[in-house]
């Protein structure tokens, strides 16, 4: 990417997503985020210094008290709508959920009209229940102008938005993606919402996987690199009993597999070491296997960081040793699983920064769609083509 893009980033958490998009080669001139605790966390660290945090202009805000008319130069409005009206874990009331910021998410756009659009929320926004609601967000986002009426449902907001013969404002486009498939260190599944004006010509596109399972297998079980490169005796049989036969597949395939392995739990915590009471990195006690929480193998990406409502879940947020034995991750170590650097330190407790850490997008997977979005751009109009029409819509 040349110059960077000017962006603007809605309910911004602990950073995850913000420090992925800085890595893609934007740069945030308004972040917002509610929760005391981790714009607390990000202060911290922006006091600190740390690369691309230190230029972040967050504060805590209301995204409701935001007048995106003052930011009618941005080139994307990113961000993540809280997901627990939509969670698995939730009370599961969606869009009757005072918590639902979509309508706040839509509004921002309609007021800033930045040339993309990217976020992000929970793969059960795509499911039968809330899938309705989704397609309505999608059609809204499209045409953001059209608002909805005080006594108009979705429903029917939805079919008007349908219906209309008006030009759509962004061509917009979502896909389900697994965190895994983009270099994150987490089987994470969540849904993407990809939007590019429409005045700059370019239709959006799902974005294709760079990282994959079966190139994990291959290095593992076929060809040996992956013991090899942690310096560990060869195994033979997979962790995962249904691996036995996509074993067999690939190696009875013509041709390895593409792209880069999944990143292990054991990749990424590479030279971190047993836990030793610094920097976030301190043994937590009480981990535990029960029915349905097993913790996570070292050799497949980590199970997705669990925030939990009430505290951290019991059985979630933990390695599996090569012992057989189980222990929570530290605040260092799931950091690492979210993408964030080692100097990124958490001021508060274990367990509301594992809260944080829990509902972070990881790092890898926001740079890998921030550069996807902006290179479908740059290859339909230049940079300074889109700084020429910052106003223009």
């Known amino acids: 990417m040349g110059a960077k893009m000017q962006s603007a980033e809605l309910f911004a958490g602990c950073g995850g997503l913000a420090l992925g998009m800085s890595h893609a080669g934007f740069r945030h001139q308004h972040m917002a985020e509610f929760d005391q605790d981790a714009v607390a966390t990000v202060l911290h660290n922006k006091a600190k210094g740390i690369e691309h945090v230190r230029d972040w202009p967050i504060g805590l805000q209301d995204v409701r008290e935001i007048d995106w008319k003052k930011l009618t130069s941005l080139d994307l409005v990113s961000g993540g709508p809280p997901c627990q009206p ?7 009331h969606g869009q009757d959920d005072h918590r ?9 756009v309609r007021e800033a009209k930045p040339r993309l659009i990217l976020f992000e929320n929970v793969r059960n926004l795509a499911g039968p229940r809330f899938r ?7 059609s809204h986002l499209e045409r953001p102008g059209m608002i909805r009426g005080l006594e108009e449902s979705h429903t029917e907001h939805r079919a008007r938005l349908a219906t209309s ?9 979502w896909q389900l993606v697994n965190a895994a498939d983009f270099g994150a260190a987490q089987i994470r599944h969540r849904v993407l919402i990809f939007g590019i004006r429409s005045d700059l010509d370019v239709v959006p596109t799902p974005m294709p996987p760079t990282h994959s399972r079966d190139r994990l297998l291959w290095e593992q079980y076929v060809i040996g690199e992956y013991w090899a490169r942690h310096d560990l005796k060869r195994r033979r049989t997979p962790i995962l009993q249904q691996d036995h036969a996509r074993i067999e597949r690939l190696k009875q395939a013509d041709t390895e597999p593409t792209g880069a392995p999944w990143v292990t739990v054991r990749d990424v915590l590479e030279g971190l070491g047993e836990p030793n009471g610094k920097r976030n990195h301190v043994l937590q006690i009480g981990a535990r296997i029960y029915p349905g929480h097993t913790g996570s193998p070292l050799d497949l990406p980590a199970k997705a960081l669990k925030a939990g409502d009430h505290g951290v879940p019991g059985g979630e947020n933990m390695m599996v040793r090569d012992d057989g ?8 170590e799931a950091a690492r699983l979210v993408g964030l650097p080692d100097d990124y330190e958490f001021p508060r407790s274990w367990t509301e920064s594992m809260r944080q850490l829990g509902n972070a997008v990881p790092a890898p997977l926001g740079a890998a769609a921030g550069r996807w979005l902006a290179a479908q751009v740059e290859g339909g109009k230049s940079l300074g083509g889109l700084a020429s029409t910052r106003r223009a819509a």
């Open 325 to 332: 034995s189980v222990r929570y991750f530290t605040t260092r």
């Open 165 to 173: 013969k008006s030009r759509k404002d962004y061509k917009v486009v």
């Open 86 to 92: 939509f969670g698995i874990g939730g009370k599961k």
């Open 132 to 138: 309705p609601y989704l397609e309505w967000i999608v």
């Open 100 to 108: 639902d910021m979509w309508p706040e998410a839509i509004r921002a």
